[in-house]
């Protein structure tokens, strides 16, 4: 689900995201890919002429334990969009925003595509 | 997991406690006790951990799982942990494209509390000099 400028991600409980088998807590890592795509996703609605984007950094702080089982949601919203970067915050929740699990702070490179929107440029995408 | 964990420790197979770890064995995260470099972290090559199918690089999210992981395994060589650490944060800089190549990682600690920890974590593929990614995060030790 999304519009421009925000975007709102639905990841379901598996038994292979678990990282910690005996609490049945996903692992980090997770979470961090949940947040960084939807970041991303955010980065791309931004603009119409985004053609490409890449995670410059993410910092995510680890609020409290995701509940096992439970699925989780990523959802983000440009803070600010400059031509070359937009810096995003987003959250990852059970469902409540206000009740997070993890929140994060993204810096994204927007690279834009050509005047005539026919050429991708070369891949410089780090994240 | 506390027995396993310092079982495996004295028999000097502290890499096998990875395989515990279901989301680990998703990605294809490894423990490779180097003779030179010492303990490292390893995501194998799988093409489902691509991110950008363009530029055939591997995920963000996925390259922080690594940096994670490594962090994770130093503070279990470290101390005798009943378990696997609680992240505090963690905080990523994406330095180049991760290509579709086995990637290494190595955390570093850099202050160690009575509660909290803080490491450095670096990732590289053919050039340690050149690294992919680094991070710095917290860990709870407690």
Redesign the interface.
């Given at each position: 689900m999304s519009e421009p400028g925000r975007a709102l991600m639905r990841l379901d409980y598996a038994?292979?995201?678990?990282?910690?088998?005996?609490?049945g807590?996903?692992?980090?890592?997770?979470i961090?890919?949940?947040?960084?795509?939807v970041c991303?996703l955010v980065a791309m609605s931004a603009s119409p002429s985004v053609a490409?984007v890449?995670?410059?950094?993410?910092?995510?702080?680890?609020l409290k334990?995701a509940k096992p089982g439970q699925p989780l949601f990523g959802q983000a919203a440009v803070d600010k969009e400059t031509r070359h970067v937009a810096f995003i915050r987003g959250e990852a929740h059970h469902g409540d925003e206000d009740d997070p699990v993890a929140h994060c702070a993204a810096t994204i490179m927007i690279t834009e595509r050509d005047d005539d929107g026919a050429s991708?440029p070369q891949?410089?995408?780090?994240? | 997991?506390h027995r396993s964990i310092q079982q495996l420790k004295s028999e000097g197979r502290l890499c096998d406690v990875v395989e515990?770890?279901?989301?680990?064995?998703?990605?294809g995260l490894e423990c490779l006790n180097d003779p030179d470099l010492g303990l490292l972290a390893v995501l194998r090559q799988r093409p489902t951990n691509i991110?950008?199918p363009?530029?055939?690089?591997v995920?963000?999210?996925?390259?922080?799982?690594?940096l994670?992981?490594a962090a994770i395994i130093e503070l279990w060589n470290r101390f005798d942990m009943e378990?696997?650490p609680?992240?505090?944060?963690?905080?990523?800089?994406?330095?180049?494209?991760?290509r579709n190549a086995d990637t290494f990682a190595q955390a570093q600690m850099i202050r160690q509390g009575r509660r909290v920890a803080n490491l450095r974590v670096e990732a590289w593929q053919s050039d340690r000099d050149k690294p992919?990614?680094a991070a710095h995060a917290h860990f709870l030790l407690a």
């Open positions: 038994d292979n995201q678990v990282g910690n088998p005996v609490t807590y996903v692992h980090g890592g997770v961090t890919t949940l947040l960084d795509t991303s490409m890449a995670t410059l950094d993410l910092r995510i702080d680890y334990p991708l891949a410089e995408g780090v994240g | 997991m515990m770890i279901p989301y680990a064995q998703f990605l991110g950008n363009i530029a055939q690089a995920h963000g999210g996925v390259v922080g799982a690594l994670e992981h378990t696997v609680k992240t505090v944060n963690v905080s990523i800089d994406y330095l180049r494209p991760c992919v990614a």
